[in-house]
């Protein structure tokens, strides 16, 4: 039987490493683009801006605070909890944080690029070209990486070829492809 050989504290150690260095990814982008936009409301071109691109600001501001909130909330989650012996609840909890991160970095990123275009030109084609932007993100962050969880945990049951998917998945105690969320890795 092929897998890893790890104690679930071992398990527990390795994923909580894994999922540390995803938030570092998603966190300097999110801090990155929440820091310029809170600049934009100091900026000599702001108070020339309609109330419909005052609102999306407003709007992208606030998503963007709560991606920052979600993204460096395992951080916390783990400083808080640390020492307590419950190291896999708290990296399931904050892989669900993360998750929440990227679901408002998504909203983030659409909501600052439809009022950047928006700014940069009123032409009626800003809406379509966020909305394919979207589209992008959505396949590249969920579609993708969903795809492709299915074909390798479901295409091969039965097999024998852990590395098609069948038998226990290690990080979890389950069967591959039954169920789960997106908080699994």
């Known amino acids: 039987m092929r897998g890893r050989h790890e104690t679930p504290?071992?398990?527990a150690?390795?994923?909580w490493g894994e999922l540390i260095q995803e938030i570092r990814v998603a966190q300097t982008g999110v801090q990155i683009l929440f820091g310029f936009l809170l600049t934009v409301v100091f900026t000599a071109r702001f108070p020339e801006l309609t109330v419909a691109d005052r609102t999306i600001y407003i709007v992208t501001v606030s998503l963007g605070a709560a991606a920052t909130g979600a993204?460096?909330?395992p951080v916390s989650f783990h400083r808080?909890?640390?020492g307590r012996r419950i190291k896999p609840q708290a990296v399931a909890w904050a892989s669900r944080l993360t998750f929440i991160g990227l679901v408002l970095l998504l909203a983030t990123l659409a909501s600052a690029l439809l009022l950047i275009l928006r700014v940069a030109t009123d032409d009626d084609y800003v809406p379509w070209l966020v909305?394919?932007?979207v589209a992008w993100y959505l396949l590249c962050w969920y579609l993708l990486p969903l795809?492709?969880?299915h074909r390798?945990?479901?295409s091969s049951r039965g097999s024998g070829d852990r590395s098609r998917g069948s038998g226990p998945d290690p990080d979890s105690g389950n069967t591959r492809g039954?169920?789960?969320g997106g908080a699994r890795d």
Do not use: F, H, P
């Open 9 to 11: 504290e071992e398990r």
């Open 13 to 15: 150690d390795r994923r």
């Open 71 to 73: 993204l460096i909330g």
């Open 80 to 82: 808080l909890v640390a």
């Open 131 to 133: 909305g394919a932007l």
């Open 147 to 149: 795809w492709v969880r």
């Open 152 to 154: 390798y945990t479901n």
């Open 178 to 180: 039954g169920g789960g």
